[in-house]
Every structure is written in C-alpha cells, then in structure tokens.
C-alpha cells in the first residue's frame, strides 16, 4: 500500500487516498487492480491507477470527483467511470464477468463479483487485486500472478484468452518487452492458434490503432514491434507487417515518436499498399498522411540524389510533402548526400521566400494574373540557387521576366 502511495502524487495521490478512506471508513468494497498491482509488486513506477468496485463504479466516481473537484465522466455500456483530477485520469470499473460471442468481438458484460472481474483478464500479472481498506492488507492473487511476476513470465489465464480478445497479442509483446519477461511456451502456441484462426481481422482497425499508439509511448516500442513481427502477430493485422529491416534501425534509439515508427514500418511499401495499411488502422489523417507522403518521398528520392542537384530542385520534388514524414524519413535513407539535402531543405531551404512580394510585382508592371505566381516561384528559385541576392537582384530579374514575357 505504501508503494503505491509513494509511487504517485497530485490528483492520483487524492482519489487514492479518498478510495481508502471510502474502502476503511464506509466498508465499500473497492480495489485497486491489474497495472498498478502489478507494478507495486515489482517496485516499479506506474502509470495508471485502475480501481474495480463491487457496486456502481459511476457513482463511486462522481462521489469521489466531487469531493476532489474533479471530473467524472460516465461509460454506461460497460459499468465504467473515469475520474480526473488535477489533469490526471483513473478509471473506476464495476467488477464485471465477461463472455465472448465470437472471437474478436467486444464482450457482452454484466455486473459481478471479484473473482469474476479478476478471471475476465489478460494474463496474470495482471489478474491480482488489492483492497483498499486496513492498513496492510495482502494482495489477492488466484491466478498465480505473484509467482508469473516472480518467474518474469507473461501467461494467459485460459487457453482462447487470444482468441477471444487477438488485442492481447500486442499487449503480451508489450508486457513482455517493457518488464524484460517472456511470453510463455504456452501463451505462445494460445497465440498461433488465435493468429492461424484469423482471428485477428474480426477486430477493428480503431482498436488495433489504440494498441498500436500504447506501443509508440513506450521505450521499448521497436523491441516490441520486432518481437510482434518475429511471433507473426503484426502479419495477423496486415498481412505486410513482416519486415522488421526500419524497426532495427530504431531498437535502442531515445526520443522516438509515432512518425517514426509509421515511417519504419510502412516506409518501404508501395503507395497502393501503403493506403490498404493506412485504412486497415483507420489512421487519423496526419498520420495517414506521413505514411503516404513516406512512401511519395522514397519514389522520389532519384529526383534528389546524385552530385549536381539544385537548392531548387530539391524543393520542387519535396514541396507538399509534409515535413514530419520527410524528418522521420532521414535517418532511413541509406545515400549521406540525400540525408543531408533533406535536413537542408527541412531547416533552411523551404523557408526561402523572395524579398519581393506579389503586390511589389504588380507595382513593378507584372501583369495581374498567373505571371505574379510564376514570377515570385522563379524569383524563389533563383534565390535558392543563389543567382541572385537582395533586393536590388530581383528588382532585376523581373524586368527580365516582363520583358520575356511581353
Ligand atoms: N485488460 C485485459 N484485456 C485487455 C485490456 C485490459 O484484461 N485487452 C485488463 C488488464 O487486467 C489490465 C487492465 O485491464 O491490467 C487495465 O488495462 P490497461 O490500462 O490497458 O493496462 P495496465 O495493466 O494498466 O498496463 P499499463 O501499465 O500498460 O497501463
């Protein structure tokens, strides 16, 4: 109890603080559950307190919101409540038994016991609950979780726990790879027998996109994409995911974003595949967009290599792509003289701009019309390719382009 105490601060240290009081001072059954159990148990820092109830979550949540001046916020489908505090969310569940009708559906719920709630989990390092009444009280634990954590192993808790839910595919590598464990022998052959089932396109792309972005968050995240593509888990999704060449590149690198790794793992694929990969995880549009406009720089990258390139000829190939796929795409290019015009453009080139305006050029005797915005493109150009400088220059140049163009 300490540990999680001590291991949290701000608004979580309140609501934890307000379930035990509630959990010691009324008797309302209330626990802690599944991550942060598991962390205390490991000493290490946690992300999210989870709390399950034997009752109705939601209102426990608005009680210990309003207390607080927090917010609640009400999931009525599944029995859930977030509550936040001070900037920080935790989630408030009634302790629930769920089934499957079909593998990869979402489960049909209804209100239960702890037990219940504890055997509808992942796998049981997460299957362990902690009351929050008295001052020390023992972890409970029927599924073994204690001894999984002591023997650094992540097992499931029933053999079609990837069938019923193939998102656990993901959260197994993760677990796995985040703690240093390993997935069991057995959650291992659970795990190709979901993926040989097909099950994992019965889940929809929103949800695996949800995994895919825990992944990204964390310091790990290459090991753990590898280690999906090594168990055929990513080929599950899309049947492209099998190319782990981009993610190596990016296993023990710091300050790694979600670009990066949509650029690792779709970088290499064609733009007609690309698209089905997008749509598979029903991106959002900017990541969407990195993928496709990844895959457009790499188609024309030829435009950009070799030893003579302009200034202006790199922004003609590269103007409209969006700058984050071009800077998550410099550390995947294999020619240095590339690398180095693409980072050019990224911090200097791109922004060149005449000192000349549109309104100076129709002063100046530029027809009104397209000639204005070919002209500020052509003066744009020269001054990239350094032929000519300051004001004056292209004072001079667009007497050249009216007397050419009249
Ligand atoms: N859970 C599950 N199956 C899932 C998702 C979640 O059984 N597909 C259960 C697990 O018991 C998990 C808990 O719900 O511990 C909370 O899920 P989540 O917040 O995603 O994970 P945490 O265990 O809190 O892990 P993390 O440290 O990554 O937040």
Same mark, same amino acid.
């Given at each position: 109890m300490d540990r999680v105490a001590g291991g949290v601060n701000g608004g979580q240290l309140a609501v934890f603080n307000s379930m035990r009081r509630r959990a010691t001072g009324?008797?309302? @059954?209330v626990y802690l559950v599944g991550g942060p159990v598991r962390d205390a148990v490991l000493n290490v820092p946690t992300r999210d307190l989870d709390f399950v109830l034997i009752g109705d979550a939601p209102a426990l949540a608005a009680d210990v919101a309003d207390e607080l001046g927090g917010q609640a916020t009400v999931h009525p489908r599944f029995g859930t409540a977030t509550v936040e505090v001070e900037g920080h969310r935790m989630d408030v569940v009634t302790a629930r038994k769920e089934s499957y009708p079909s593998p990869g559906s979402l489960p049909e719920v209804s209100a239960s016991n702890l037990d219940d709630d504890l055997a509808r989990r992942d796998f049981s390092i997460n299957a362990m609950a902690l009351p929050l009444s008295g001052d020390s009280p023992e972890v409970i634990d029927p599924h073994g979780g204690l001894d999984a954590l002591a023997g650094k192993s992540v097992g499931t808790l029933h053999p079609s726990s990837f069938a019923d839910d193939p998102t656990r595919m993901l959260r197994a590598v993760r677990y796995e790879q985040r703690l240093g464990f390993q997935i069991t022998t057995d959650a291992l052959s659970e795990m190709q027998q979901a993926i040989n089932g097909g099950h994992a396109d019965a889940v929809s792309g929103d949800r695996w996109r949800q995994e895919f972005q825990k992944i990204f968050e964390e310091d790990r995240a290459a090991e753990m994409l590898l280690r999906g593509i090594e168990l055929g888990a990513l080929a599950a999704i899309? @049947?492209?995911?099998?190319?782990?060449k981009g993610l190596t590149r990016l296993? /023990?690198?710091?300050? %790694?974003g979600p670009n990066d790794f949509l650029v690792a793992l779709a970088?290499? %694929?064609?733009a007609v595949v690309g698209d089905g990969f997008a749509r598979r995880l029903n991106l959002p549009t900017d990541w969407a967009q990195v993928v496709r406009d990844t895959i457009a720089l790499r188609e024309k990258q030829s435009a950009i290599s070799g030893r003579s390139v302009m200034p202006s000829a790199v922004c003609a190939a590269l103007?409209?792509?969006n700058p984050d796929a071009i800077a998550a795409s410099v550390r995947f290019t294999d020619d240095p003289q590339v690398a180095a015009r693409l980072r050019r453009y990224l911090d200097e080139w791109r922004l060149v701009s005449p000192a000349l305006t549109g309104d100076d050029l129709l002063v100046m005797g530029?027809?009104? /019309?397209p000639m204005v915005g070919e002209a500020l493109r052509e003066l744009t150009s020269a001054k990239l390719d350094g032929l000519v400088s300051g004001e004056e220059g292209e004072r001079t140049l667009v007497h050249q382009i009216i007397l050419r163009g009249s």
């Amino acid at each position: 109890m300490d540990r999680v105490a001590g291991g949290v601060n701000g608004g979580q240290l309140a609501v934890f603080n307000s379930m035990r009081r509630r959990a010691t001072g009324e008797g309302i @059954p209330v626990y802690l559950v599944g991550g942060p159990v598991r962390d205390a148990v490991l000493n290490v820092p946690t992300r999210d307190l989870d709390f399950v109830l034997i009752g109705d979550a939601p209102a426990l949540a608005a009680d210990v919101a309003d207390e607080l001046g927090g917010q609640a916020t009400v999931h009525p489908r599944f029995g859930t409540a977030t509550v936040e505090v001070e900037g920080h969310r935790m989630d408030v569940v009634t302790a629930r038994k769920e089934s499957y009708p079909s593998p990869g559906s979402l489960p049909e719920v209804s209100a239960s016991n702890l037990d219940d709630d504890l055997a509808r989990r992942d796998f049981s390092i997460n299957a362990m609950a902690l009351p929050l009444s008295g001052d020390s009280p023992e972890v409970i634990d029927p599924h073994g979780g204690l001894d999984a954590l002591a023997g650094k192993s992540v097992g499931t808790l029933h053999p079609s726990s990837f069938a019923d839910d193939p998102t656990r595919m993901l959260r197994a590598v993760r677990y796995e790879q985040r703690l240093g464990f390993q997935i069991t022998t057995d959650a291992l052959s659970e795990m190709q027998q979901a993926i040989n089932g097909g099950h994992a396109d019965a889940v929809s792309g929103d949800r695996w996109r949800q995994e895919f972005q825990k992944i990204f968050e964390e310091d790990r995240a290459a090991e753990m994409l590898l280690r999906g593509i090594e168990l055929g888990a990513l080929a599950a999704i899309h @049947p492209v995911l099998t190319d782990g060449k981009g993610l190596t590149r990016l296993a /023990g690198e710091g300050d %790694l974003g979600p670009n990066d790794f949509l650029v690792a793992l779709a970088g290499s %694929l064609s733009a007609v595949v690309g698209d089905g990969f997008a749509r598979r995880l029903n991106l959002p549009t900017d990541w969407a967009q990195v993928v496709r406009d990844t895959i457009a720089l790499r188609e024309k990258q030829s435009a950009i290599s070799g030893r003579s390139v302009m200034p202006s000829a790199v922004c003609a190939a590269l103007d409209g792509l969006n700058p984050d796929a071009i800077a998550a795409s410099v550390r995947f290019t294999d020619d240095p003289q590339v690398a180095a015009r693409l980072r050019r453009y990224l911090d200097e080139w791109r922004l060149v701009s005449p000192a000349l305006t549109g309104d100076d050029l129709l002063v100046m005797g530029v027809p009104s /019309g397209p000639m204005v915005g070919e002209a500020l493109r052509e003066l744009t150009s020269a001054k990239l390719d350094g032929l000519v400088s300051g004001e004056e220059g292209e004072r001079t140049l667009v007497h050249q382009i009216i007397l050419r163009g009249s």
